[in-house]
Every structure is written in C-alpha cells, then in structure tokens.
C-alpha cells in the first residue's frame, strides 16, 4: 500500500521556498506515495507551475486568513481570528521594540499562530507522515493526525529573534526537523542545541536541466545592453534581510569611481517604497531598476553580467544556486550560510558584509576578466544537480 503523505505550506507566491516546494513535488515517486498539499491559500504565481503528482486538498476558509488584513479578515466574518491578529501585531511590534529589533515579523507571525491556532479546525483525515514546508509548523503539531510528523527550517536562526519558550514549545510536537543546508542547522541548533539528535539536512532539491530549459523560454528586454555597460542582477524578496538598500549605495559608489554599471532587481516585498525613494534621493533612476515580480526569473539570470546577493542573513538561497547553474559568475556577501553557498574565489567572491567590500568584489570581476573567466569556467564545470536528496526524504519517511 502507498504511504500516505500530507504536505502544508501557505500558498504558491513567487519565492525561494515556493520553488524548492515545486522542487520537491516534481520528484516524489507518485508511483509509491499518495501526497495530499494542503496550500492555505490556492493562489500565486506558481500554482499554475503545481505538477500534477499531489492532491491539492480544498481551502478551509479560516486558513485562508493568514497573509490577510484585518480588515479583510473583519469583512469574512472571521472575528476572533481578527482580534487575535491585532493582539499579536501588538506584542510582537512591542516586543520588537524593546529588543531593538529591525525587523520584528517573525515574532508577529509567531504570536499570530501562537495565539490563533486553537480556532482552527483540525484534518480529519489521517497521514502515515505529516511535513510542514514552511516555518511555523502548529498545523502539523497541532491540527494534523498523522505518525509522523516534519517541520523544515529555511531560514538562518542566528539572525532573527523570536520567542524561544514558544518556539521550543512548537517544535516538542514534532518528530523530525529538515534545514535545508548545514549551517542551517548548525544555527538552529545553536539556538536549540537539545533538538540535535532529531535534526538533519536535505537540500533543496534543484534540476539543472529544467533551469537552463527555463531560462530559454521568454525575452528580456528591460535589461539595456549596450557595449561596455556591466549588467548587475540580484533577485529576491525586497526586505530587509536582502540587503537591497546595501546594493543602491554600492551602485552609486560604483557609478562615482567610473564604472559602467546598471543594476536590475528581480522581486517584490514589503520595503519597495522605501527602496524606490532612495534610488531618487541617490539620483539612480536610470541606473537602478526594480523589476517586480517575474514567474521565471531564469532568462534575466541568463542575460546579467555579474550576479549580486548582497544579503545580511539566508537560509540557502535558491537563486545563488540557479545562478550558478547558468554559469554566472557572482558576488555573495559573506553571510552565516554563504560558505555551504559557494567557495570564495572557486564559483563565486564572498565579501565581507559592508557596502565598500560589496563594492570592491564587483569592481574585481568587471577589471579581472581572468578572475571572471575562471568563475564561469568552474561553475560550468561543477554539477549543482541534487535530486538525490529526496532518497534521504525516503528514508525519513520509510524510518
């Protein structure tokens, strides 16, 4: 008999979680497993990219609340949820506060679930293994009847500050927990060091072949290139984590010391505004571009000159991965997980974390061709394919 899986994330936005999600469902051998998807909600720019392997199960409207306003939430009728939405608003932004937080959303979602959790209806159906693709994980905990039960870290723990009782608390009710690289882990685990026997790593699952098919499929005309311009790309959500505001000074800085530069950015976010009026305080209009949201970001990964991730914090980067699948040469930031990313001086430069140094690393790949040429032929060289990793999925499964 197939093993009966249930998989839970919120829905299919355009994001670096949403295509190793898409990843994971591609390769799951459908033949041996029956996998229901519970999406919160069925929207998104991938939903259309969903193989045709999983069940989708059907919205339950108080699922759906998460990603909403409260004003929204008011309108459905959904009125606790809305109260409890506003009151860990409240003690997360407080919390935040006193902590001298610069970006307090993960303890407001944290207190969301905490608080909202208790009226959501649970799943009547039983799983044999029960996976929460997106942090946090109180439906499969809580709301799920299964044997098993796997929660995924994506996201680099030393770097974001939450509750950690009410942390510890989610985790307790699960029986696995999968980071999706070793320094991943390895900063979850220095936050929770007593999880460690119940940890492990498996990679985002990523084929090279239908990322180079991909890149094929659509034209670019946004990205100007002329004869001696350097075409700067860096894709991601626009927030603080990704260092976005770090790449418009370095792009300014660029541009004084002489260089030919434009800079595109792949993505949307909370922060756009923001990063838009300081392109303008900058005077970078026409030198740095936000592009918006793009289903298929692969064909301007293929048409940049240099790829630039200049984050403060990842947990694995999706686009470094793909970017190097294409044979870009790049220029990552030396972040906690940037060494399970690239090599330094192999298949890619890692800076130090500061906009000269993000500066100084661009500048020796646009004056070094030789240095730029070695990058491409070692990225070209290497295999970034790594559908294998679903065995050890298997394996965690079938334990």
């Known amino acids: 008999m197939k093993k009966k899986i249930l998989i839970s994330s919120f829905d299919l936005a355009i994001g670096g979680v949403e295509r190793s ?73 407080l919390q935040g506060k006193v902590k001298r937080m610069d970006e307090p959303g993960y303890l407001v979602i944290q207190y969301g679930w905490e608080m909202t959790h208790r009226l959501l209806p649970k799943l009547n159906k039983e799983y044999d293994v029960a996976i929460g693709f997106l942090w946090p994980h ?7 009847k299964a044997k098993k039960r796997i929660g995924w870290i994506h996201t680099d723990y030393s770097n974001i500050q939450l509750n950690k009782k009410m942390e510890e608390k989610m985790w307790n009710k699960l029986d696995q927990i999968v980071a999706v690289s070793e320094e991943c882990s390895n900063t979850f ?3 929770f060091p007593t999880f460690r026997e119940k940890t492990m790593v498996i990679e985002n699952i990523l084929s090279p072949e239908l990322v180079r098919k991909q890149a094929l499929q659509d034209e670019v005309p946004e990205l ?43 993505g ?38 240099i790829y630039v991730q200049p984050s403060r914090y990842e947990g694995k980067a999706v686009t470094i991965r793909e970017a190097q699948i294409l044979g870009k040469p790049i220029v990552i930031t030396n972040f906690p997980t940037a060494k399970s990313q ?46 294998n990793e679903i065995e050890k999925l298997y394996e965690l499964i079938g334990s």
């Open 138 to 144: 109180h439906f499969i905990g809580e709301k799920v």
């Open 21 to 93: 999600l898409l990843g994971l469902l591609r390769h799951i051998d459908y033949c041996k497993y029956e996998v229901d998807l519970m999406l919160f909600k069925h929207e998104g720019e991938f939903l259309s990219f969903l193989p045709s392997g999983p069940n989708l199960l059907p919205e339950i409207p108080e699922y759906t609340t998460f990603r909403k306003s409260v004003p929204q939430i008011i309108k459905e009728g959904h009125y606790p949820i809305a109260f409890t939405r506003v009151v860990a608003k409240y003690l997360g932004e």
């Open 224 to 266: 100007k290139k002329t004869k001696g311009k350097t075409i700067l790309l860096t894709v991601g959500r626009l927030s603080h984590a990704k260092g976005l505001d770090r790449a418009i000074y370095a792009c300014k800085e660029l541009i004084q010391k002489g260089y030919d530069v434009e800079w595109y950015v792949v």
């Open 189 to 191: 685990l220095s936050q």
């Open 342 to 387: 690239a090599t330094n001086g192999f298949d890619a430069l890692i800076t130090e974390q500061d906009i000269h140094a993000i500066v100084s690393g661009i500048q020796q790949l646009i004056d070094d061709q030789d240095l730029k040429t070695t990058l491409i032929s070692n990225v070209l060289s290497k295999d970034y394919g790594n559908v």
């Open 268 to 305: 949307y976010g909370p922060l756009e505004q923001d990063l838009r009026e300081l392109i303008q305080k900058l005077d970078l209009s026409k030198r740095f571009h936000l592009l918006g949201k793009k289903t298929n970001p692969y064909p301007y990964i293929k048409e940049c000159d």
